[in-house]
């Protein structure tokens, strides 16, 4: 009788056990919203946790676009949701924006913006360290990261994967949703012919007069001339058709070309996505699911 008693009680702990992996195993989904990664009121960001993750759930960083100086990540949580249906941990990151004042006058004011470039670069820094150390708690992996952005979030999601921030190699795959990949001028003349306000803004984003003698600074907040150095990783670019944004010239489809280009010849895996028919914001039906489906593809052949 003792020896059945003991059989039971084994064969009801076995059970319990096997219960209670299964209910780990099937982790239910969650949206933390707002945790802070720094003093700023903007540093924070948003994690969606897919249902059944684990340690090899892959984790992308999505960045919102607005020209550096405006946006939110609100613009892109619709984003975030549909990446994480396919399986995701998505890190919907708000960073600080360049200032603007004055920038609308007449004249215009030409000041520096105590938010450039850089900092948003430790924005993003700071949201995946900290994001990070939270991979086992959050239940994701720890280094199968990837980094995705629209417009300005586009060419900040290349400039961390492509920077020295990205040095331990933890995001090993960036998507380019619409961004401009090339701030670097061949010489002085070719600013003039830009819209003066545009001008003060490149100026204050990067955080340096658009002088000759100024161009490394502006190679350095471009993800082409990054490229060019050896320093790019897998990359999909994804272009709408109709990329003007506002009044401006639409110039991206050389600049892509370029840029697809300088990937293929140093080697770098990457793909070219047209969308067409799309605008700058992918807003016409059907945009972002195609643009969603390409970079979720593209990032799990490279995340396996």
Not at 133 to 143: I, P, Y
Not at 158 to 184: C, E, H, I, S
Request: aromatic share 8%; glycine share 6%.
């Amino acid at each position: 009788m003792k020896s059945l008693t003991v059989y039971f009680t084994l064969c009801a702990f076995l059970v319990l056990t096997s219960c209670k992996k299964d209910k780990k195993l099937t982790t239910e989904a969650q949206v933390i919203t707002n945790i802070s990664f720094g003093a700023d009121p903007a540093q924070k960001m948003d994690a969606y946790l897919p249902e059944g993750r684990n340690e090899q759930t892959p984790v992308v960083v999505m960045l919102h676009g607005g020209g550096f100086v405006a946006g939110d990540k609100a613009d892109v949580s619709a984003r975030a949701q549909q990446l994480s249906a396919q399986g995701f941990v998505v890190l919907n990151v708000n960073y600080r924006l360049v200032n603007i004042d004055g920038v609308l006058s007449n004249p215009i004011v030409h000041k520096p913006s105590p938010v450039k470039i850089a900092d948003q670069l430790n924005d993003i820094q700071a949201a995946v360290n900290l994001a990070a150390a939270k991979s086992s708690e959050w239940r994701m992996s720890s280094d199968k990261w990837a980094i995705a952005g629209h417009s300005a979030g586009a060419t900040l999601a290349l400039l961390y994967a492509y920077g020295d921030k990205n040095t331990v190699g933890r995001v090993k795959v960036a998507a380019n949703w619409a961004g401009a990949t090339n701030f670097a001028f061949q010489d002085e003349s070719e600013v003039a012919l830009l819209d003066p306000r545009i001008v003060e803004v490149i100026y204050r984003a990067v955080g340096a007069e658009p002088v000759q003698a100024n161009i490394l600074a502006y190679m350095a907040a471009s993800p082409m001339w990054l490229a060019i150095q050896g320093k790019a990783l897998a990359t999909i670019n994804i272009r709408p058709e109709f990329n003007n944004v506002g009044d401006l010239p639409d110039g991206s489809k050389t600049e892509y070309d370029k840029f697809t280009q300088i990937l293929t010849e140093k080697g770098v895996t990457n793909k070219r996505v047209e969308v067409a028919g799309a605008d700058h914001g992918f807003s016409k039906a059907g945009n972002w699911d195609l643009v969603i489906n390409e970079t979720s593809a593209f990032f799990k052949a490279r995340l396996q």
